[in-house]
């Protein structure tokens, strides 16, 4: 069984303020240990549940030299490799050659989530909502749509309990979820002992890999049309001269394609 490991920071277990998530900043490499060894749990739920090849792929986009680079190599579990991409959602060569499972680890709610801790889609500063065919989504959504473009369904969310009920929503009440914080607000939240939580995600990526066929890949349909709302009008403006996107109003743009992938590489990169 091959497993895609897919992570981002800013639902884990300790991390809740934005400084935490930011490459250089003083708090920043104490949250890079809390969140490799986030993955390192779902790693080993995964061999537990007779994964063969696991494959972590960093989705944090941190800045500077840590963006998609944020976990510590030096602790992460050796039964694993793991994927240092220059722009997210670019590597997608572990769901080509054909992969069984997907595993979200530390997912955050999408942006306007009232109680979901740092709550933002793709860019905090520029993202107001995105859609997918008419379904708001987050960066589950967009995972769950990337994995699906080769019927890789996403069998499990980890973050605070906003992602994860996000997670249900979009994929169904069989996906399994673990919440490792109640959220408060975008910068507080009551959180589980990372010990504690580690434990809950080794137990939940073993259970969630029990069944592969839980969980459908999850297909936005086609043809696909994105629509992204901007908070401002700048980021449209930049993509004003990109073959395939329209701009629908002062902040707003859509783009159209067969195939959803198709959409998201016309706008996105």
């Known amino acids: 069984m091959r497993v895609h490991v897919i992570?981002?920071?800013?639902?884990?277990?300790?991390?809740?303020?934005?400084?935490?998530t930011h490459g250089g900043e003083p708090m920043f490499d104490e949250a890079r240990k809390l969140y490799t060894e986030e993955i390192n749990a779902a790693v080993r739920g995964a061999k537990a549940a007779g994964a063969t090849e696991i494959v972590v792929m960093d989705c944090h986009g941190a800045g500077k030299e840590w963006s998609f680079n944020s976990l510590v190599p030096d602790l992460l579990d050796p039964d694993?490799?793991?994927v240092v991409q220059e722009d997210w959602t670019e590597y997608t060569a572990f769901l080509e050659e054909g992969c069984d499972a997907a595993l979200l680890v530390g997912m955050?709610?999408?942006?306007?989530s009232r109680f979901g801790v740092m709550n933002h889609t793709v860019s905090g500063k520029d993202y107001f909502d995105l859609r997918f065919n008419g379904t708001s989504v987050g960066e589950t959504g967009i995972h769950a749509a990337l994995c699906g473009t080769w019927d890789c369904p996403v069998?499990?969310?980890?973050?605070d309990d906003v992602a994860c009920a996000e997670g249900r929503e979009l994929l169904g009440n069989s996906l399994t979820t673990v919440a490792v914080k109640t959220g408060l607000g975008s910068t507080s939240a009551r959180q589980i002992p990372p010990l504690r939580a580690r434990q809950m995600i080794e137990d939940g990526a073993k259970q969630?890999?029990?069944?592969?066929?839980a969980v459908a890949p999850w297909d936005p349909g086609s043809p696909c049309e994105i629509v992204v709302e901007f908070?401002?009008?700048?980021?449209?403006?930049?993509l004003r001269f990109?073959?395939?996107v329209e701009r629908v109003d002062d902040r707003t743009i859509s783009v159209t394609a067969?195939?959803?992938w198709e959409a998201w590489k016309a706008f996105y990169f």
């Open 108 to 112: 955050h709610a999408k942006a306007g």
């Open 80 to 82: 694993c490799e793991f």
């Open 7 to 20: 992570s981002d920071l800013e639902g884990v277990s300790g991390v809740v303020k934005g400084g935490q």
């Open 242 to 244: 990109r073959p395939g």
């Open 155 to 159: 069998l499990l969310v980890t973050g």
């Open 208 to 213: 969630a890999l029990s069944d592969v066929t």
């Open 231 to 238: 908070k401002h009008t700048l980021a449209a403006d930049r």
């Open 258 to 260: 067969d195939t959803w």
